[in-house]
Nanobody, 116 residues
Framework: QVQLVESGGGLVQPGGSLRLSCAAS????????MRWYRQAPGKERELVAT????????NYADSVKGRFTISRDNAKNTVYLQLSSLKPEETAVYYC?????????WGKGTLVTVSS
């Protein structure tokens, strides 16, 4: 079955950086686009970044362009999200996502807390 396991979250000061990882299994990772979402307290889940399958084309929410970088290692079945210049309002649970046909799969998320 499809499994997505996020890691790398934690407490970081404003302006700091973190690297999130999502280990995928149960499907042919290299043939699917992957996405990172986040959900801040009291807010709806929002799409942060997308990376396509083989070509690795990336797309970002306007709010994170130039600060976040999504990447993938198809040999390791892992997608990454490098977070930089973090802001307190970006405190959220960050989720990995894949859509296979009509089905959406999510990891359990990793909490990123931006605070001094």
């Amino acid at each position: 079955q499809v499994q997505l396991v996020e890691s790398g979250g934690g407490l970081v000061q404003p302006g700091g950086s973190l690297r999130l990882s999502c280990a995928a299994s149960g499907f042919t990772f290299s043939t699917y686009s992957m996405r990172w979402y986040r959900q801040a307290p009291g807010k709806e889940r929002e799409l942060v970044a997308t990376i396509t399958n083989l070509s690795g084309i990336t797309n970002y929410a306007d709010s994170v362009k130039g600060r976040f970088t999504i990447s993938r290692d198809n040999a390791k079945n892992t997608v990454y999200l490098q977070l930089s210049s973090l802001k307190p309002e970006e405190t959220a649970v960050y989720y990995c996502h894949v859509r296979r046909g009509a089905l959406d799969y999510w990891g359990k998320g990793t909490l990123v807390t931006v605070s001094s």
